[in-house]
């Protein structure tokens, strides 16, 4: 943690020194970011990514104005160069900058840990030779591995200072089973270590045999399991359409069987961090719970305009001011039940077992439309495979319609980290 | 390129040159200048500045990256001491453009204006070659959507956006569609330019593999990809392998004749590279899109409403899924026909069809051709690239509405 320390605080520095006399309010925020990635072609062949991240944004009010500005580099020199660029864009706005007497951490950040390229290599081999094992018909077409760490810092102009780190290990697959779609399969863990490859490699190969052939079924409204992989993204897209929709979803029906938490601080989750994007302390917000939508994800500004509560800004990156949204999602199954329990609810439906493709979400109407494929469940038995069906529909129908959740929690990096087990659902359109 | 005596450029290519780095492919060098306008009821609300620069080299199995643009970054990447570097100078940022005082009240739909430049630089061997491109104007709508245009020409707002209250919901089944240009150019960048993509070609994954010299399309369409063309947003003036831009045919008259290729890629394919395209200092060059100019040797005077079910004026996005073969187009605006008028406005909805059927499919081209302000960014892999595209009117079926 030491050198990268050294590196936010002499960029930090540098930027308070060329804000500190200008008369203003002001915030910085630095962020390192060190990944190596590994693609693993069907060949055999690899190629290796090392990748370092360095930026410096700041925040500045005064005088009824305010402005933004983030800058790249390799030392201090960004820092300078974030903070003349902010002063730039200062335009009249009110002041965005929460007061100090807010600000504060929940914890103390983890040491910065450089991603270990040769341990990521190991584990690609690892995966690729325990894949390809036994004579499936499966072939890897690319595995991809990554890991990376980051550490943040930031400082106010009133005295505020506070550092985090975090870090997360992603294993994709790319498998080409010997007919029908190709698969792709996503695992994320906090750290390399907490990938198993003989697991990984056996959940791959089970679930890109589910559903090679067969055909696609009747369009129809049918229960459905969405296994953790098919319900992560919708999950993340709840949530945000829960943060952004411009009319409260709280007037939509809410099934009690949602509990849905963005869990800042952990421990559970992917990503916990011990302070929001403007340095509010984390905090455990309910965003879902008792059938009833909770609380709205709001910055500080924000929440000064509709009289919420402030604690829910991300800072996915240094280079976009903070924003209201989610950052570690979890849905808390209550009660978790066995996977045998959830099909045997499931009189006519569908299990949607490995995701085809990216959910598409239309953010005016808020309807989304996924691709997965599936296994037709009869009285809770499976019945027949379709390598893709397509599911449509509302969120705000997804939160009316969740009636029962799994005990098979997984953990996924999107573009929050999301934690959720199999969700079933009742009445979906399968297209 | 030009010899910029004051850029020292050449001298770093050549010191890199010196120090005879195993394996080393290449330099990449690069800085960008963002500014963003924020707006609120047709008025700037807030603007944010973003000024990036970096560098990345190429090793043979090897790509590293780092932000910043000095000498001890771009050291530590090749493993040397800054000593062994001279001094060298990339332009400096430009100030943004003055769009408050110059464009007064924007159109209420418009959520943001953003103005891009970049600048970028490939050193490989002892040569230093500099990466031209235009600067970009991108309109952030209040529904999300983006539409991407050329500096300082900003997208046109897109009179049917606003969806009425009860917009008519799609029969589902086969339609015939007709698309306006907009819809074209996404379906032939999803159809023709990326299974033309090298990686694509040799990873097994393009319907196209292994078809060069065949009519893929029953429709006599000719497609090329013209970097060349710098009014587009995809335009370059040498690729990011740094090979100088030339426009390269895809289709002739419906026959296959080409591919899009970086160096990795093009020996293989045996064709010459040029189209190498990095997302960023922080991603490797691969084969894409720049722009695609799509033309056809008899196209209808006018477009034929009257011989198709639906107009299909804008798409949010298009899909295609190499393997199975499926393209999937997300119908943002539509229009039913009858008659060859316009009806009803039609909600959202999917057209979905195989590669197969739509390589018969394609009934007829019909003027005016236009330049689209879709697909605009370009996504492969979660990298993005900025891409343009000409295309005409496309009357076709084998299509499902679903």
Redo the contacts between chains.
Sequence with gaps: MRAAADLLLAALHSAAEALSGCGVRFEAFARLGESVHLHRERDGSLERRLSREFGVACRVAGDGRAGFAAASGSGARAGRDAARAAMATMRPAPDPLPPRSLLGSSGTALPFQTPDLERLAALVEEVAGRFAAGNHGLALVQLRGLAGSSAAALATGEGFHAVASAGGAVLELLVAPSEGPWRHFHFAAPALADLDPAAVAERTREAALLATRGRPPERQLADVILAPAVAAPLVAALAQRLTAAAEPLGAARVSRAWRLVDDRPGPAGLLPLPWDGEGLPARRIELIAGGEVRERLATWADAERSGGAPGGAVRPSYRHPPRAGPANLVVLPEPALQQSELLARVEHGFYLAVPAGAVQVDAASGRFELRAAAVAVRHGKPAAAHPLVTLRGSLRRLLGALVAAGGDSESFSLACAVTTPSLLFRRLEIA | MERDERSGLFELAAAVARERIAGLVDVYLERRAEAFWRLAAGR???????????AAVRRA??????????R??LAGLLGITSRALPAFAAPRFPEAPML?ETAGAFPTAWSGVRWRWSWAAVLAGRSAVTVARPELAEVTFC???RALACWPALPAPDSDAR?PAAPTVAR?GPTRALLAPAAAAVLVHELIGHPLEGDLLL???SPWAGRGGQRILHAALSVADDPTRGDLPGGFSADDEGAAAAPRPLLAGGVLVGALADRRTAEALGVRPGNARRAGV?A?PRPRISNLIVEAAAALPQPPRGDAAVEVVSV??G?L????G?VLL?VRTAFALRGGSRRQRLA?F?LVGTVARLARGILAAAEPAAAAPEPGWCGKDGEFVPTGAVAPWLLLEGMEI?
């Design positions: 700037v609300v807030a603007r944010e500045t973003l000024l990036r620069e970096g199995g090897v790509f590293a990256s780092s932000d910043g643009l000095d001890p970054a408050e529904d999300g959507r969806p589902p990873r097994g994954g922080h490797p949010s996005s899909t899924e190499p393997a199975s499926a997300h959202p999917t679903r």
